[in-house]
């Protein structure tokens, strides 16, 4: 425990919290895809190196991206437009949060590690690509073969839904 | 440091779970939902790493591509609302109220 893990976390938690309070849709995120690549950083120190990278190239490079194109496509710069509905709203959600925050730290707080640092470094050797290359390509070939499959129905499912004359502008 | 790194995962889930009830359109619930997600991905390496199994961090990057398969298709139904309700507010998609 040093003070880079919890700078990191610091920074983690600033990142996200202002991904869900910023009124600027556009800010809002990038905050977030701060936070994805902070997590990235967060996973290559937990020994899962590959994971991080993936992380940064999917995550913070793809789908927020993908996010910043839809939200300029759509106008949708104001995250909080017009009167609210719900006046009452916000506090109840921050309480609703705090409890589940509440439980998960209450289920977490006894957590011991099974196994020391040094057998779990030793076991994981750094997550590196050579490590997981036969977890992904032998063991679980095919969940990677499933996962594939329904990343390509997904994909055609997107530009289905956007096909325009169907369903497109009544 | 383990415990360390779980508390901040379930303080960024609580701060997903507080976006989605809290935000008003739809984009930003979504992109709360993947805060969510990857605070749920961040206590799977967590214990990947105290258990030193590579399967925890396999699981991990076949949850990574579920949620790109996931975000296409949700950003693709946002769109595909805003085309014909020219809005992408949650409260004004009420048309299913009972």
Known sequence: MNLVHLFLGALLLVTGF????????????????????????????????????IQII?????????????????????????????PGLRPAAA????????????????????ITEEAAQAALSGGSAEVMGPVLWQTWLYAVLLVAALLLVATVAAVAILRPGEGGKR | MNVFYLMVSAALFALGAYGVLARRSAILVFMSVELMLNAANLALIVFAKAWGSLFAQGAAVLLIALAAAEVAVGLALVVAIYRTRETTLVDDLSELKG
Not at chain 1, 58 to 74: D, K, S
């Open chain 1, 18 to 53: 202002l991904a869900v309070r910023l009124k600027n849709a556009v800010h809002a995120a990038l905050a977030l895809a701060a936070n994805f690549i902070l997590m990235g950083v967060v996973y290559m120190l937990l020994e899962a190196r590959f994971l991080g990278w």
């Open chain 1, 58 to 86: 999917v995550y913070a490079g793809a789908i927020m991206v993908l996010f910043v194109f839809v939200i300029m496509l759509l106008y949708a710069k104001e995250a909080e437009p017009g009167v609210d509905p719900l």
């Open chain 1, 95 to 114: 309480g609703i949060a705090a409890l589940g925050f509440l439980a998960l730290l209450y289920a977490f707080s006894g957590f011991k590690a099974p």
